[in-house]
């Protein structure tokens, strides 16, 4: 698998963990894994627990992923006759979600939000978890949506169905680790989230000019060169 597939998946996926309609939500996620409570600025649960929950919910959304990784690398199968073409086409999508996420353009048609509401789960324990990490992953947010169709186009160019797939773990990675990190912190405090959500317009930016730039190697062909020659840098 490419090198610069997996560091843009990876960057793609923390950018959308740190991204303005997901991060301001997260102390609400973690508090209704395990049904607790804000005190004293900070979540009260106890960590082992509330670890164990969080890992059942990344699960839950990295299946939903990991599945339309699969669906859109056998797609991108059928196609496979006409891959520079899909290239093409991908290459441009990308790059007017990036500009959306940038906030050069501002199309209607891509600020739609379909979700499905996790605080109807009625389920308790870690399949409880495990669905609301399923009604994440199901969600269709303006800022998450953006990132994810881009991974999900990239994965319909690559060669193998094991690429596409591995490529949305690795996005479902950059997502996961920091959700683990961040609701064992706001155990201790909530002051993280206030800290953070004054920078999260400028990573959303970020993360836009990074689409930008994927999809325009892809659409020029650059992206596989660049790929054979990091991969040649490296033995």
């Known amino acids: 698998m490419e090198k ?10 923390l950018l959308s963990f740190f991204s303005p309609c997901v991060f301001p ?15 004293q600025n900070k979540i009260q649960a106890d960590k ?9 919910f990344v699960l839950g959304f990295s299946a939903v992923f990991v599945a339309m990784g699969a669906s859109a690398s056998m797609i991108g199968q059928a196609l496979a006759g006409y891959r520079d073409l ?28 379909k979700s499905w509401d996790g605080g109807k789960i009625s389920k308790k324990g870690y399949i409880g978890s ?28 690559s060669e193998t169905l094991y690429q596409g797939i591995f490529l949305l ?11 683990l990190i961040i609701s064992l912190l706001l155990t201790y ?30 659409f020029t062909g650059q992206f596989q060169k660049i790929s054979a020659w990091l991969a040649q840098l490296s033995y």
């Open 48 to 56: 082992g627990l509330l670890f164990l929950h969080s890992v059942w």
């Open 130 to 157: 495990f669905l609301l990490g399923l009604a994440f992953g199901t969600g269709w947010t303006p800022c998450v949506g953006l990132a994810l169709s881009s991974i999900l186009l990239l994965a319909g160019s």
């Open 25 to 39: 939500l997260i102390p609400a996620y973690v508090s209704h894994l395990t049904g607790s409570t804000v005190q």
């Open 86 to 113: 899909v290239e093409k086409i991908s290459g441009l999508f990308i790059v007017i979600f990036g500009f959306q996420m940038a906030r050069v353009l501002n199309i209607r048609a891509l600020m739609f939000e």
């Open 189 to 218: 405090s909530l002051n993280i989230v206030k800290k953070i959500n004054k920078i999260l317009p400028y990573l959303s930016v970020i993360n836009g000019w990074i689409m930008v730039v994927m999809g325009l190697l892809l």
């Open 169 to 179: 773990s690795v996005y479902s990675l950059g997502l996961g680790v920091p959700f």
């Open 4 to 13: 610069v597939s997996l560091m843009i998946a990876i960057t793609a996926g």
